[in-house]
């Protein structure tokens, strides 16, 4: 996959990253509440070797934290430039790996680099720190339909929809925070609910390469913009399309989770097969 156009200057990413960790990270925003629970669901299936090598690198936080730093950084001025690394653009029926080729600025060619990056021991800590906090970002990131998305209307961006009575667009319904269930229950409450994936779900996930899981992302758009939709005013989306919703995006976000587990374990040098789900529910 070609380079990604826009250097990352470690040096300033890392001002970046001690003035983030700094600030408290929104807990009722859009998307945090679905990173959270895809990185502790994550965290059931890491090795016991890559648990020990994780640990200077999330510098205190926990998994689900440190995935959600990179929304954090490109919300200031001088990493807007990081905006694209989040999402692919590609049409219903494109090629996801032609329209990959096409622009690299894109999320499977980030996750690529910053992948390379992580498994790059002669870095340091601090360099590697970074690049986690990116990989754990963008595995989640390409698991969210709209983030395979049309360009014609940004991922969802410009469909405004109705969900309550509150308008939002449907790219932010599908980031999962209109999505959570009634209650007060934290993210990694959720994450424990989710009902565990056979050992042998979790191997075909798992072998799976990234390219998969944007395909996989693109193939539901069917489902993703199955609601009828006014020329005029916003969708007001029944309850039957809200619960199917719902239902996918738990099934994405365990995915991600238990792919993003794969993708630390194999690149920390963990035995292979190791990372059965061991953490009591």
């Not at 070797?49 to 995935?67: D, H, K, M």
């Amino acid at each position: 996959m070609p380079a990604m156009r826009a250097p990352v200057h470690h040096l300033a990413l890392a001002a970046a990253l001690s003035a983030a960790l700094a600030v408290p990270l929104p807990v009722a925003a859009f998307g945090p509440s679905g990173h959270r629970l895809a990185g502790h669901a994550a965290e059931r299936y890491l090795c016991a070797e890559t648990r020990v090598a994780l640990e200077p690198l999330l510098a205190g936080q926990t998994l689900a934290e440190a995935g959600l730093w990179p929304d954090t950084l490109r919300r200031l001025p001088e990493w807007e430039h990081t905006k694209p690394w989040h999402y692919l653009n590609v049409s219903d029926h494109g090629s996801v790996a032609r329209a990959a080729r096409q622009n690299p600025d894109n999320v499977l060619a980030a996750l690529a680099r910053f992948e390379k990056e992580l498994g790059d021991t002669s870095l340091g800590n601090q360099p590697r720190s970074l690049a986690l906090r990116f990989v754990a970002h963008f595995v989640v990131d390409i698991h969210q339909p709209l983030h395979v998305g049309r360009e014609s209307d940004r991922g969802g961006n410009l469909i405004p929809v109705l969900v309550a009575g509150r308008e939002t667009s449907l790219h932010a319904l599908w980031d999962g925070e209109l999505l959570r269930p009634p209650g007060n229950l934290s993210a990694r409450e959720r994450a424990r609910l989710l009902p565990l994936p056979a050992a042998t779900d979790v191997r075909r996930w798992q072998r799976a390469s990234p390219l998969d899981w944007a395909r996989e992302s693109q193939a539901l758009r069917s489902q993703v913009y199955g609601f009828t939709r006014p020329q005029d005013r916003p969708a007001v989306l029944p309850s039957t399309y809200l619960d199917r919703a719902r239902r996918v995006a738990d099934q994405r976000l365990l995915m991600a989770g238990v792919r993003l587990a794969g993708r630390l374990n194999s690149i920390l040098g963990a035995p292979a097969g190791c990372g059965g789900e061991v953490a009591t529910r």
